[in-house]
């Protein structure tokens, strides 16, 4: 009797692909979540996981963190729109273009829907056409419409155009939109969208979730922008999927651990960073540090409904951000902008930095012989700061930006993120976040 049951026994062990060797060997966790060796169970373990415990999964060490990394396979998702997703990454970086929208929220979010289309945020000029040839003639799209702002209330966007290729087997797919800003990329999404949730950014190597903890640990989401019948639609929307809507945070709601803060940086503590598989893309002359010292301002705001006609009063919150240029940077800057309640004895972030800037820019232009000093500091020596607050255009004319910097010349974008976190901790928080009857 007992030979017959070591014989089934036998015969399970053969036929069950998943049955544990007769060794007695044992699989770990760490085994089973390798994407290499147990692929489908690496898949649909980690498409199962709420996004809160599969981040505090892939905190309790490397190897849990590097098969939760990846996850977050770009190129496959960027497969449902082209053909080859890493030259249009390589498109991205050169371009300095960014994805943002529901793909970018997708990703993060470990989640697909139906019907959503791919939103590319690109400056216009050559980068945008260079961008438009690409996809015509490298992944076959064609051109349908052209719009002023192709339904997005976005101050910033010059014109959203819209491509289509026709695809059988899921029509979704072949759907992309250049959205064409009329500055930097970053300043469109900053400014342009509703919810705090919608604000996710991917550069050509990295993934961005700017509201980390609010959108993916407490599923929350609050208003970026005033209500109204456009707005109205897609909060009905994400309500479905399960997002808890807010206007404004509460005060007794705020903490220091929340990503809802008065002003901060792209990249910082309150981010989250995904780092992307760059196999086969090309990287861009840009560094990533230029869109990580990217910084923007929070306030609360409050639109009466004699404002907006067949709405109730209505709080949300404005980003704050502006373009920043000084002859002590090789990069132009987005920065965070006024509005902002400060202590009076706390300079302004734009302030300090160009405070950092124009001291060591004055440094080098002294250092140059008389003779080859631009004419725009000859005249004012005595008075650089008032040259060096970003405005480089002087009253009479004279354009700071023609300076050609020489050989030698030391810039100072490394510095932003160090002298960022040096002028932070003055920074007042309560009433630019708070309305005052709480």
Known sequence: MATKKRKAS??????????????????TLLEVVDSERYFPIHQYLWSVLPVKTAVALSQTCRQLR????????????LSYFVRDPAGLRSQLGKNGALISGSFALQLLAQKRWP???LDIFVEAGAT?????????????????????????????????????????????????????TQHAPMLG?????????????????????????????????????PLDAYFE??????????????????????????????????????????????????PPPQADLVLESSTFAMYWNKVQPWQ???????????????????????????????GLDLDSQHPTWTD????????????????????????????????????????LELDDGVTIRSFKKPEGWKNFDEMIPLWFEQWLPGFRTDDCLFPTDG
């Open 128 to 180: 945008t056409e260079e961008l438009h040839v690409y996809l015509q003639q490298i992944e076959h799209y064609r051109l349908k419409t052209t719009q002023t702002d192709g339904g997005y209330p976005m101050m910033l966007i010059k014109e959203v155009r819209t491509y289509h290729r026709s695809s059988s087997l899921d029509p979704s797919r072949a759907k992309i939109q250049l959205i064409v």
């Open 233 to 282: 639609g897609l909060l009905h929307k994400y309500n479905h999927r399960g997002r808890q809507l807010e206007e404004i945070m509460r005060r007794e709601d705020h903490g220091q651990s929340t990503s809802i803060q008065p002003v901060r940086r792209l990249g910082d503590r309150f981010t989250w960073v995904v780092p992307l598989p760059t196999e086969n893309v090309q």
């Open 10 to 27: 036998t015969q399970l062990e053969r036929n069950d692909e998943l049955a544990v060797p007769s060794t007695g060997a044992h699989r």
């Open 308 to 338: 907006e006609p067949g709405y109730a009063t209505c709080a949300s919150y404005q980003i704050s951000v502006k373009k920043f240029e000084h002859v002590g940077l090789k990069h132009q800057l987005i920065v965070a902008s006024t």
């Open 189 to 225: 999404i900053m400014t342009g969208f509703y919810m705090t949730a919608v604000v996710n950014i991917i550069s050509w190597n990295k993934a961005y979730a700017v509201f980390a903890k609010d959108t993916f640990i407490d599923n929350r989401t609050y208003m970026l922008q």
């Open 352 to 391: 300090f930095l160009a405070s950092r800037l124009n001291q060591h820019a004055k440094m080098q232009l002294i250092a140059m012989k008389p003779e080859e000093r631009p004419e725009w500091f000859n005249q004012g020596l005595d008075d650089t700061d008032g040259m060096f607050l970003g405005l």
């Open 66 to 77: 590097a098969a939760h990394l990846r996850t977050f396979n770009i190129n496959q998702r």
């Open 115 to 117: 019907d959503s289309d």
